[in-house]
C-alpha cells in the first residue's frame, strides 16, 4: 500500500482529485448560489416597465401592453450624467428596446404630395344625342340596351311616319312634273333632306316609284350607348333624343380638389392616380383644368385630367385615386423633418431635440412652427437648426416616459409629477380648460374644443372600414331617435357597442393611436349613457356629445365610400344647439322626432 501512495502518478492524480472538489465546494457552495440570485434579482428589479396609456400596468420586463397592445416603456432609470433638468435621459439599453431612433435636420428641396381622390367620367364633348329627324311611331330598335357599341352609319331604330309618307308622294307627284316646275321638284327632295333622307334614299324612292312605310334611323357616330330613352311602341317627335352616345376611346378623371389644395395645383401638373378595379397599376396625364368657382355645398372644386383609353380598361364610375408631387418653390432649401418626429397638441407642434455633448440618449421637448404637410413629412418654418438631431421613431415613447418622469411632456409643457394616485396619470390642475374637483378631472370648455378643426392622420384601410362598421351602427341609432322608438334605440346601442369593441387599436400607432384611444374612451362613454338610459331626454343628450365625438374621429381618420351630411339643430338641447351625422341630406332631426323632424340645417358635406 506504501508503494502505491508513493508512486508518483498516484499522489498526481490524488492532487487533481481533490482540486476539483474544491472547486466544486468553492463555485457550487449554497452561499454562492444564493448570492447569484440576489444580484440576478436586483438587476431584474432596476427597470419597472409600464404602459403610457394605461400606466397602472408593471411589468419587470418589456414587451406589450396586455390591454392595448403597445410598446412598453421604461418606468426608472438611472441617471448618471449632468444634464438639462427639463431633458429625459433614457439608457442605450431603453432606448433600443423602445426603438428610439434619430436623424439629423436638413435642408430638403420640399415637394407637397397632393391626394386626390375622383372618379373616371365620359368626355362631355364626346357625347352626341341620336335623335329622331322624323314624327312617328317606333317600330322596332335595333339596339335594345345601354354599353352596345355602335358605328356611324349603323341603322338604330325603324320609324313609321305619316309625315314621312305624305312627303314622299309629294316627291313623286313632283318628279312627274319636274321638267316643267323644277322648283316644286327640288323643294319637294329639300324637305327630304331637312329629315336627314340621304341622296340615295330619295333616288329609291323615285326609281321604286312606291311610298315606303317605314325607315331606318341610322347613328351619326361611333361610340357606346350609354342611355336609351325610347321603347319599342312609343311616339316621338322631330328632334326627340333617342340614345345618349359617349366615344368613351378619350375619358376624362374628374377629381375633387378642396380649398386647402388648390394653392399647390396648377394647369399642366402631372398627376399619377390608380383605380381600385386595377390595382398594381399606375396611370398618368396632366391637369388640363381647374375648376374656377368652388361647389358651395361640396366645397370643392374640380380637377380634369384628360386620358386615351382605346383599350376600354377605365370605364365611367370607377373610383380613382391621384397624387400631384408639387414643388413648393417658396419654401426651397427650408428644414424638413419627417411625419414621425412630431407630436401635436391642440395648435402646438413639438419634437424632441438629442442634446448635445451627450453620449447617453438625453432629449428635450421643443416646440416648432410647421409650414405645409409633404405627406409624410413636414416644412419647419422656426425652431429647429440645421445639424441637430431629432428623434424620429419612438417619439410617443420618449414623451411618455418625460411624463412619468415629471419632465416637460406634450401633456403636461410645464413639467412635474401629473400622477394623483399610483397607476394613474391625471391631467396638470393648470391646464386650460380642466378644473379639479371631488377627485374628478371634468372639462370646462367641451364647446371649444370640440369646435377645433381636427388634423387629418392618415391609418389602414382595414381600421377605416372598421370605423365605417360604427358609422353604419350609428346612423340605425340616429334613426331610431327620429322615430322616437325606445325599443329600436336600446337595440341599435348595443350593435354601436359591439362595432366600437370590434376596432382594433392596435392597427394604430404613433399620434393615431393616442387621437383613437381619446375618441375611443369618449365614445364609449356616451354610448353607455345612452344604453343605461330609459328616457329618450337624457339619450338624446348624450346622441349630442356622441354625435360631436364621432365627427371628429370621421374629420381625422376618414371613411370608405361614404357621403356624410353634419347637420344642425338650433333649437335643439334646450335652444343651445346640437349636430348630428346623417347618410342623407334630407333633414330627418333626431332630438325632436316627427313633432319636428325637418327643423336644421346641413352645415357641411364630407365625401369619402
Known amino acids: 500500500m506504501k508503494k502505491l501512495f508513493y508512486n508518483k502518478y498516484v499522489r498526481y492524480g490524488l492532487f487533481i482529485i481533490a482540486g476539483l472538489f474544491l472547486g466544486w465546494l468553492f463555485f457550487h457552495s449554497p452561499h454562492k448560489e444564493e448570492e447569484k440570485q440576489l444580484n440576478k434579482e436586483q438587476i431584474s428589479s432596476t427597470t419597472i416597465w409600464t404602459c403610457a396609456m394605461h400606466p397602472q400596468i408593471r411589468i419587470d420586463q418589456p414587451g406589450k401592453c396586455p390591454i392595448c397592445g403597445m410598446d412598453l416603456i421604461p418606468l426608472s432609470q438611472e441617471n448618471n450624467v449632468d444634464i438639462d433638468p427639463d431633458a429625459i435621459h433614457l439608457t442605450k439599453e431603453a432606448a433600443n428596446l423602445a426603438n428610439v431612433q434619430t436623424s439629423l435636420v436638413t435642408h430638403q428641396k420640399p415637394v407637397k404630395e397632393v391626394r386626390l381622390f375622383g372618379k373616371v367620367q365620359a368626355d362631355e364633348r364626346s357625347i352626341q344625342s341620336q335623335a329622331s329627324h322624323l314624327p312617328g311611331r317606333i317600330e322596332k330598335l335595333m339596339v335594345n340596351f345601354t354599353g352596345e357599341r355602335v358605328q356611324i352609319g349603323q341603322p338604330l331604330a325603324i320609324v313609321y311616319s305619316p309625315e314621312l309618307i305624305t312627303a314622299q308622294q309629294e316627291l313623286l307627284e313632283a318628279a312627274e312634273m319636274k321638267q316643267s316646275q323644277p322648283e316644286i321638284y327640288d323643294a319637294a327632295k329639300d324637305k327630304l333632306r331637312q329629315w336627314k333622307l340621304t341622296d ?9 316609284g312606291k311610298v315606303k312605310d317605314n325607315f331606318e334611323i341610322v347613328s351619326n357616330t361611333n361610340g357606346t350607348i350609354i342611355a336609351r330613352r325610347v321603347n319599342n311602341g312609343d311616339h316621338v317627335d322631330q328632334g326627340t333624343v333617342l340614345f345618349d352616345i359617349a366615344d368613351l376611346s378619350h375619358i376624362w378623371i374628374m377629381f375633387d380638389a378642396y380649398e386647402s389644395d388648390l394653392p399647390f395645383l396648377n394647369t ?106 409633404l405627406g409624410e413629412s413636414y416644412v419647419v418654418v422656426n425652431g429647429l437648426n440645421e445639424g441637430e438631431e431629432i428623434v424620429t421613431q419612438g417619439t ?79 346612423i340605425v341609432l340616429k334613426n331610431a331617435f327620429v322615430e322616437s322608438d325606445v325599443k329600436k334605440a336600446r337595440q341599435a346601442v348595443q350593435q354601436l357597442q359591439q362595432a366600437l369593441s370590434k376596432v382594433d387599436m392596435k392597427l394604430l400607432s404613433g399620434d393615431a393611436h393616442i387621437k383613437w384611444m381619446e375618441f375611443s374612451d369618449n365614445l364609449n362613454k356616451e354610448v353607455s349613457t345612452i344604453a343605461s338610459s330609459g328616457t329618450l331626454d337624457v339619450q338624446r343628450t348624450a346622441f349630442s356629445g356622441l354625435s360631436d365625438q364621432l365627427y371628429k374621429a370621421i374629420k381625422t381618420f376618414g371613411l370608405m365610400s361614404k357621403t356624410v351630411y353634419y347637420q344642425f339643430c338650433q333649437m335643439a338641447n334646450n335652444n343651445n344647439g346640437a349636430y348630428w351625422l346623417s347618410e342623407t341630406q334630407e333633414i330627418r332631426n333626431p332630438y325632436y322626432g316627427k313633432k319636428m323632424i325637418d327643423c336644421g340645417e346641413t352645415i357641411e358635406t364630407m365625401n369619402y
Open 200 to 208: 340615295n334614299q330619295i333616288a329609291d324612292i323615285e326609281s321604286l
Open 268 to 373: 399642366g401638373d402631372r398627376l399619377t392616380f390608380t383605380v381600385q378595379a386595377l390595382p398594381g397599376i399606375n396611370f398618368t396625364g396632366n391637369i388640363i383644368f381647374i375648376d374656377p368657382v368652388i361647389d358651395p355645398v361640396t366645397r370643392v372644386a374640380k380637377i380634369r385630367i384628360e386620358i386615351n383609353n382605346e383599350s376600354g380598361r377605365l370605364k365611367p364610375e370607377m373610383f380613382a385615386t391621384g397624387i400631384v408631387k408639387a414643388e413648393l418653390n417658396q419654401y426651397r432649401d427650408k428644414l424638413v423633418i419627417p411625419r414621425s418626429a412630431i407630436l401635436w397638441t391642440g395648435t402646438r407642434s413639438l419634437v424632441y431635440v438629442k442634446q448635445p455633448e451627450t453620449d447617453e440618449p438625453v432629449f428635450k421637448m421643443r416646440e416648432i412652427e410647421l409650414g405645409p404637410s
Open 396 to 474: 410617443f415613447s420618449v414623451d411618455a416616459a418625460a411624463q412619468l418622469e415629471g419632465k416637460p411632456s406634450m401633456m403636461n409643457p410645464q413639467g412635474g409629477k401629473t400622477s394623483s394616485m399610483p397607476g394613474m396619470i391625471m391631467p396638470a390642475t393648470d391646464m386650460p380648460g380642466y378644473t379639479k374637483g371631488n377627485g374628478d378631472i371634468k372639462n370646462d370648455n367641451a364647446g371649444q374644443i370640440a369646435s377645433e378643426k381636427p388634423i387629418k392622420i392618415d391609418v389602414t384601410m382595414d381600421f377605416i372600414m372598421q370605423l365605417n362598421t360604427v358609422f353604419d351602427q350609428y
